[in-house]
């Protein structure tokens, strides 16, 4: 246990992908390694937070001194997030799966019979969601927004489109290899406008965000 700025404050993480089932062997995922959650996660915990860590099958492992609450689907993020409030601050770093497979086998599917047709449903989406809160929304809500091409514009539009507090925008295109690197380079968004950071560590990203959030919510 550390004592700081955000001693006696809750603070809850969404990190990692989710993945969402087609059978009960196979499932569809994204390639969002769980790093910047976890790395931020672990800032805030050394600030003094209680952290509460949902996270979807991440490929790093989870920080110590939190309480991790290991999550499979979109929906069981939900769930798991709504039973985790309240808390002071809502930082929603998971690359949640925007559709689940509707259509999905309670047993193998079997090939064989040509193709596969799968129908797609539209998950729930967290960061709106408790954004949209009334009694009980965290005083901060924090959201990413990895886009690929006009990033700036895309993540202010979807600031006021979700509800949340600020986004931390960042560029996923293949090229940067943020996505399962080690760096980083967002810009953060706020109601007051647009901060370019310079691209650092996913480690340094973290450190600087939860001290920003430290200044909202201690
Ligand atoms: O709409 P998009 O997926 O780009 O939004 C990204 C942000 O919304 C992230 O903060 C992500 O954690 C959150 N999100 C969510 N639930 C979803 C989809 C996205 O919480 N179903």
């Known amino acids: 246990f550390t004592a700081g700025p955000l001693t006696g404050r809750h603070v809850l993480v969404t990190s990692g992908p989710t993945h969402e089932p087609i059978d009960p062997v196979r499932y569809i995922a994204n390639r969002s390694s769980g790093a910047q959650g976890t790395a931020l996660a672990a800032a805030l915990r050394d600030l003094g937070a209680r952290v509460t860590f949902v996270t979807g099958p991440a490929s790093v492992p989870p920080p110590s001194g939190v309480t991790v609450v290991p999550v499979e689907t979109a929906r069981e993020m939900l769930s798991a997030v709504e039973a985790a409030l309240p808390a002071d601050a809502a930082i929603f770093a998971a690359a949640v799966a925007d559709w689940r497979v509707a259509n999905a086998g ?17 998950n729930p989406d967290i960061l709106a969601t408790v954004s949209a809160m009334g009694a009980g929304r965290p005083a901060l809500v924090v959201g990413f927004a990895a886009e690929t091409d006009d990033v700036l514009a895309h993540a202010t539009a979807k600031r006021l489109r979700k ?24 810009t953060l968004i706020t109601a007051e406008g647009a901060e370019d950071w310079p691209r650092m560590s996913k480690q340094a990203v973290a450190e600087k965000l939860a001290a920003r959030i430290a200044t909202v919510i201690a």
């Open 163 to 186: 509800g949340c507090d600020w986004i931390v925008a960042n560029d996923v295109s293949p090229a940067t290899g943020i996505m399962g690197g080690r760096e980083n380079a967002v």
């Open 106 to 122: 309670s047993s193998k599917m079997k090939k064989g019979g040509g193709g596969l047709q799968l129908d797609f449903a539209e």
